[in-house]
Every structure is written in structure tokens, then in C-alpha cells.
């Protein structure tokens, strides 16, 4: 059988299909330039596994206290390697990115100490584990302060405000590289650069965290090439190439993971307890994988940004644009329009492709959300997923896809979902 028909097969008409191949003939010098950055990256990815002579001895499980696991250590040693950092916490202890940016902020902050963001408010769970939105155990309640910047209306860093924002107390610089949820555009390594470099000059000592979640592997460098303390992230997004099923990790100065690993385990403790449980292989062949299912996700973020420009929707990063994560946003100017897409995505899905997603109350929203995700790993959103508040400009954002050609089809069948409801003309 061929793939038009397997296509069709599956809902996907040939005048789709044939929009598709259109517009992906202009995007050869684009998906060149994303197959470049990939085969750099994962040329890093193998030096780095070379250079500590990762062997097969290294996948075994441990149990208990999980003291001398070479396994674990040296997984962290590739990584910090990677990131070109001294040292890494990479755990399935650490249980999602908001708890990773916690333990990284909790462990390098002290009563009396204060918090800056420079780039607007920050990813909706941190506001709540900062204070922002009260909560037990927030940082507020432990007596940290926080103080933010916001950036100017056309996105850039406000140097005055910044400027007027750190003081003698200001102890950590908090960045978050990936728009996440906003409207803002996304940070360049180079960018977030900068604006380290200013800090750092205004205060030497201040301590510079990049919250890396969706970025990793989308550029030649990472955040801690350009002068941040600590890069935090994810392992259920980008470094965990789908492969990993929980997880974590802080790559940083020795000074600043060391208090990371002391907050995460105990006082004394720090990296020498933390038993792996059999999920080394997970872990050193998604970090593997990355760098190729990053390009995948990237391709289909620029093939979805094509696509829709083309039929007249405002897409955020625009078709043309640079990337610096893997999150595509698509104006859709309507709930039901929302629902279609999401409903493509959901009937791409290889696990869950015959439920029908709907718009529900989530905690932390003030609207309904919408979500798509046939995830072989709950909730990774580096695999095919879509989700989005239900207001206006009635966005979904896009992001992931383990191989490109799924992230092509379910770009595709979001597309004819549009179009059977008339909501989108071919
Ligand atoms: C996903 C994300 C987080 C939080 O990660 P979780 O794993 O969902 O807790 C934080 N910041 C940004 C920018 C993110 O994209």
C-alpha cells in the first residue's frame, strides 16, 4: 500500500497532502540548516559519552542509598561535559522542570536574599513556587524577595529597568529562555548572553540561571556557554529524547550544584545517595537521540509555521523567523478552530489517537484549556502535542514529534480537521 493511501486511510485527502509537499519545497535551506545544527550537536552528545568511556557496565540498576553508582555519576559527567559546565544533577528524583528550577532556586537562595527576573513574569508553575501567586512553601514565605523587569513592548530587555531592578541583596538572576505560554518572543543563546553579561557587570557575584526547558539542542551553544551558573531543565522534554520517562537536570558552576544537590537530597549528602532503579539506559540513550528528535520537532515547527502563514493565520515564531525552542504558536481566532486542531493532533497520535480532546478547568488558569497529547511518556511534550487557553487570539501551541515524518502528519491532519469544518480554505 502506498502512502497516499495510508494516508487517506486515516482522514488525510490528497489536496492536504499536496499543500503539504507545496509549501515543504521552500523549506529545503531551512531543514538543511536544522540537519547541520543536529549532526553538531550530536557529535557533541558522542564526544562527550567517548571522553568518559561510557560502558555497558554503566546501565546497571541500583537500589538502597545507591552509593558508588558509576552509572549515575558518570551520566552526569556527560552532561555537564555537554553544557560545558563542572558539574551536573541529572535524577529521576527530581521529578518534573518546575521542581529542577525549584531545587536550583531554593538551594542558591537564603533568607533576606533577592530574586530577580529580567524578562517579565515568569512559566505559570514558577509563580507559585517563587510567591508571586502565594503559596505554602513559596520562596516569599521563606523570606526571599522577588522583583521583576518586565520587557518593553517590542520584547527587547528594558537595560533601565533591569538596571534599577538589582540591588546589594540581589542574589540570583532568573531567565527564562522559551516564551513558554506568553506572547513574547522567545530568547537566543546570544541574546540571553547579553543580558548576563549586563547583569554580571552591574553585579559580579550575582548568580545567573537559564531556565532551559524546550531549548536545548535548538542551537549550536547553550546558555552555559555564554556565561550562565546554572542551565535547568526538563528530562520529559528535549535532553530526554522521549526515551527518558521522569527526570530532571541542573548543569552549573561546582559552587551552585553542589547547594543543589544538598537541597535535593540533604545536608552532607548531596550527589552520593540517590539509587538509579534501572532507568540508566532510558537516560543516556534519550540524551543520545536529542539532538535528531529535537531537529524532528524543529522541522515540524517551521513546516506548521509555513503551512498556516500560508493560509492567512499568524504564527508565533513567523515561518521565516529564527528559532530558539521547539514551541510553535498558531493564532486560530476561534475555540472551535482550536478544538479541530487539537482534534488532528490528537488522531495522529500513536497511543490515544481515538480520544477527542475538549476544553476543561485547569488549576492555575483563568480559562479553559485545551490539550492534545498521544504520549508514550504521560504528559512529554517533546512527543507530537498541542494544548492552549481557550481566549483570545485563541492560540494553540504546537511542539514535538519523536520523528519529523509524525510531526509532518499531525501538522496534516490538523490542517484537514480545519478543513472538513470549513475553517480553513485550501
Ligand atoms: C515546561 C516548562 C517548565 C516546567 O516544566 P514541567 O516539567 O512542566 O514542570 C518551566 N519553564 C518552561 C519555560 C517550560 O516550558
Request: with cysteine; net charge negative.
Amino acid at each position: 500500500m502506498d502512502l497516499l493511501t495510508t494516508y487517506e486511510q486515516m482522514g488525510l485527502s490528497r489536496e492536504v497532502c499536496r499543500r503539504g509537499e507545496a509549501v515543504l519545497e521552500t523549506l529545503r535551506d531551512r531543514f538543511d540548516a536544522i540537519d547541520r545544527t543536529a549532526e553538531a550537536n550530536q557529535a557533541k552528545v558522542l564526544l562527550a559519552m567517548q571522553k568518559n568511556r561510557v560502558g555497558a557496565n554503566h546501565f546497571a540498576a541500583t537500589t538502597g542509598y545507591g552509593y558508588d553508582d558509576d552509572g549515575r555519576d558518570r551520566l552526569e559527567r556527560v552532561y555537564a561535559d555537554v553544557f560545558h559546565t563542572e558539574a551536573a544533577l541529572v535524577r529521576p528524583q527530581i521529578t518534573c522542570g518546575t521542581h529542577a528550577l525549584t531545587v536550583a532556586l531554593s538551594a542558591n537562595l537564603l533568607p533576606g536574599d533577592e530574586l530577580l527576573s529580567p524578562v517579565g513574569l515568569p512559566y505559570d508553575t514558577l509563580q507559585e513556587v517563587i510567591g508571586i501567586r502565594p503559596s505554602l512553601c513559596s520562596l516569599a514565605e521563606y523570606g526571599v524577595r522577588y522583583r521583576q523587569a518586565d520587557l518593553k513592548s517590542d520584547g527587547s530587555f528594558d537595560y533601565d529597568a533591569i538596571r534599577a531592578a538589582i540591588t546589594p541583596k540581589t542574589r540570583l538572576v532568573t531567565i527564562q529562555r522559551s516564551k513558554g505560554y506568553a506572547t513574547r518572543p522567545s530568547f537566543s543563546v546570544a541574546q540571553i548572553g547579553e543580558l548576563i553579561a549586563f547583569c554580571k557587570k552591574i553585579k559580579p557575584d550575582v548568580v545567573c540561571m537559564v531556565d532551559n526547558c524546550y531549548g536545548e539542542f535548538v542551537d549550536l551553544v547553550e546558555p552555559s556557554d555564554v556565561g550562565a551558573d546554572m542551565v535547568v531543565g526538563s528530562l520529559i522534554k528535549n535532553p530526554g529524547g522521549g526515551l527518558a520517562p521522569i527526570g530532571g537536570y541542573i548543569c552549573g558552576t561546582r559552587a551552585c550544584v553542589d547547594r543543589c544537590a544538598y537541597r535535593l537530597s540533604a545536608p552532607g549528602l548531596g550527589q552520593e545517595v540517590g539509587a538509579n532503579l534501572g532507568i540508566l539506559p532510558a537516560f543516556y540513550q534519550g540524551f543520545f537521540l536529542a539532538p535528531t528528535v529535537v531537529a524532528g520537532a524543529l522541522k515540524g515547527a517551521v513546516f506548521a509555521a509555513s503551512l498556516y502563514e500560508g493560509l492567512g493565520f499568524r504564527c508565533v515564531p513567523s515561518a521565516s523567523e529564527a528559532r530558539s525552542d521547539i514551541i510553535q504558536a498558531v493564532e486560530l481566532g476561534s475555540e472551535e478552530a482550536m478544538c479541530a486542531f487539537c482534534a488532528g493532533i490528537q488522531a495522529a497520535a500513536p497511543v490515544d489517537s481515538f480520544a477527542a480532546p475538549i476544553p476543561g478547568d485547569m488549576p492555575g488558569y483563568d480559562s479553559q484549556v485545551i490539550m492534545a497529547a498521544g504520549a508514550f511518556v504521560q504528559g512529554s511534550s517533546i512527543e507530537l502535542s498541542a494544548d492552549g487557553p481557550i481566549r483570545p487570539p485563541y492560540a494553540v501551541y504546537f511542539q514535538g514529534g519523536l520523528t519529523w515524518n509524525h510531526a509532518k502528519l499531525g501538522v496534516l491532519l490538523s490542517l484537514q480537521k480545519l478543513a472538513d469544518k470549513g475553517l480553513a480554505k485550501l
